[in-house]
């Protein structure tokens, strides 16, 4: 068992200790995540590290080893009530901190397990490593909903290695959650493998080359903390909280890789007269959008596109009604192909991510400057979902499940691709001519249609029936809210 591997099984069973009093596995990191900070901020004023402490006296570490019971409880309340104020790194990850521990003694116990490791001692693979681990066993807790927020590490490291950051070059996520693109394009980038990193391009990346938003406190949380973990970034936090869809971009970047939320529409819970909530549905009205959506992934897609700079390169994943929809949808398609160069769509199989039954694609672009003519001279289109079945846990896609695409990709130089049975280049006159623009394409056979000896496993069939009703249910929507706007 590696060095990780046993602190974050310790870690996990005390969890399951909390659990009986109700501290979700999501409440128990988010806890993890106040009491390590506090513990590594005290290591770092001792020797060898002798570093000013950037924790208020009498709201740090010692000051919760030196009390007990109620006393120990009431003092973790008011540190966390304190540091939340405070600016920085520090007011991001104690932004809106509740202490959800209602026994004082379980408290002490988790104080005093955190304080038998050396943290800052560790190695900074190794704490990152730690805390990715709890944060993927959190993912599966697929009850508590923290799944939607944790995109397959397979999946982004293939994103990540076709994508090819390079040393000077900005990555940012407008939908990070806990923060794997970001750690994906940082564990790219300091492989000396790949770069031999001079020292201001190592201060580059740590400093300058990550920056990230979400709108969920707790994910901010959980991601500035994993970033800081792999030791990334300094006094300020390279993580926001907020909604990234609310304003045009104030900065620009090289590289945009994402996975916005699922869930079609954006809304926002108003309260009315007689006291009750209702949800209102948001649209964005953005003079840099090319159309007024309440579509989420449509207006995630518009904003990826603003967020880059002229000849900046594109990474999002993006579901099915995306491809095909009508209205707003066949707007940004036609302005996409002709504004960027749309080249590469990866369409992904079912059962990859913790949301149940949906049906996603990765579409690649660089944004382009204005011309006349369209970018776009080809889309080329990877079908990883004919005929493939995955489940979680039994058969969870893995990065070997991606090599042919990676293959297929040819990232050392994308403009000379070879076409094989699953992967196929469709022109621009060709897309534009197909009904709403749909770039909604498939070529293979489904194999289970034509031989019942060759049905997928009970689950996976369920499961894609599921997807077929939520899919179907997204275009009841779209109908929908274009009969409302009218």
């Known amino acids: 068992m590696t060095e990780e591997s046993t602190i974050v099984q310790r870690l996990w069973n005390y969890c399951n200790v909390l659990r009986d009093d109700g501290v979700s596995y999501g409440d128990y ?63 991001v990850i104690f932004r809106k901190s509740q202490s959800k521990i209602q026994d004082p003694a379980k408290l002490r116990r988790l104080v005093e397990l955190i304080n038998g490791e050396t943290w800052v001692g560790l190695d900074v693979d190794v704490k990152g490593a730690i805390y990715e681990g709890l944060l993927e066993k959190n993912a599966e807790d697929v009850k508590g909903g923290a799944g939607q927020y944790f995109t397959p590490r397979s999946l982004i490291k293939a994103m990540v290695e076709v994508m090819r950051p390079k040393p000077g070059e900005t990555v940012y996520d407008p939908a990070c959650g806990t923060g794997g693109f970001l750690l994906a394009a940082y564990d790219y980038l300091s492989d000396r493998k790949k770069f031999d990193l001079d020292i201001d391009q190592k201060q580059f990346l740590k400093l300058h080359t990550l920056k990230g938003k979400d709108v969920v406190d707790g994910v901010v949380r959980l991601c500035a903390m994993n970033l800081y973990l792999h030791g990334i970034g300094g006094e300020e936090s390279p993580i926001e909280v907020g909604d990234a869809l609310l304003s045009k971009p104030n900065e620009h970047y090289h590289l945009v890789l994402t996975n916005p939320p699922f869930g079609k529409r954006s809304s926002i819970t108003i309260v009315n007269g007689d006291g009750k909530a209702e949800k209102e549905t948001l649209s964005y009205n953005r003079d840099d959008f090319w159309a007024t959506t309440s579509n989420k992934q449509l207006n995630f897609l518009q904003h990826v596109r603003n967020l880059l700079k002229i000849n900046g390169r594109a990474s999002i994943v993006v579901p099915d009604n995306v491809l095909f ?34 049906k996603a694609n990765v579409l690649f672009f660089d944004r382009k400057p204005a011309s006349e003519t369209p970018w776009t001279e080809k889309l080329w289109i990877y079908d990883l979902r004919t005929n493939q079945h995955f489940t979680l846990k039994t058969n969870p896609l893995k990065l070997e499940d991606l090599q042919d695409f990676i293959k297929c990709y040819n990232p050392d130089n994308r403009h000379d691709r070879k076409e094989t049975e699953r992967f196929r280049a469709f022109s621009y006159d060709d897309l534009v001519k197909r009904d ?10 489904d194999e289970s249609l034509e031989d019942s000896d060759n049905l997928p496993d009970p689950a996976v069939l369920a499961r894609e029936i599921v997807g077929s009703l939520e899919t179907a249910l997204e275009q009841f929507r779209c109908i929908e809210d274009e009969l409302e706007s009218k």
């Open 436 to 445: 709403k623009a749909s770039l909604d394409i498939f070529w293979l056979k």
């Open 325 to 358: 929809e009508g209205g707003a949808g066949e707007t940004v398609r036609k302005k996409l192909l002709q504004n960027c160069d749309v080249h590469t769509l990866l369409r992904l199989p079912t059962g990859v991510f913790y949301a149940q039954g949906v």
């Open 29 to 91: 990191v988010e806890q993890l995540t106040y009491l390590l900070f506090l513990k590594m901020a005290d290591e770092q004023t001792r020797p060898p590290f002798n570093k000013a402490s950037r924790i208020p006296q009498g709201l740090d570490w010692q000051s919760l080893l030196a009390r007990d019971g109620a006393e120990l409880e009431d003092h973790y309340r008011r540190i966390l009530e304190s540091l939340q104020k405070e600016p920085g790194m520090l007011g």
